[in-house]
């Protein structure tokens, strides 16, 4: 997550969603809580768009220290 997702609420990248269920586990709760294939499917989409943004990164940081082009000597 980028700093500046944490200020604008308006832009949704498929991180999480309004009715994700976000209750704290409790002493009592003895069983493994099982992922269903909507959770699975949207880790992997997560995880897909993470991918796309760190390739984005790494495209701008070779576009901004690349290497300068010289002019030609005649």
Known sequence: M???EIFDKTTE???RT???DNTTLK???LRKTKLTL???NRLR???DIRQLEH???LEAVKAQFKAPVEAPVM
């Open 13 to 15: 990248f498929g991180y």
């Open 18 to 20: 309004e009715k994700d």
């Open 27 to 29: 002493l009592s709760d």
């Open 55 to 57: 390739e984005q990164d």
């Open 38 to 40: 909507t959770q699975i």
């Open 2 to 4: 980028n700093l500046l």
């Open 45 to 47: 989409i997560m995880n």
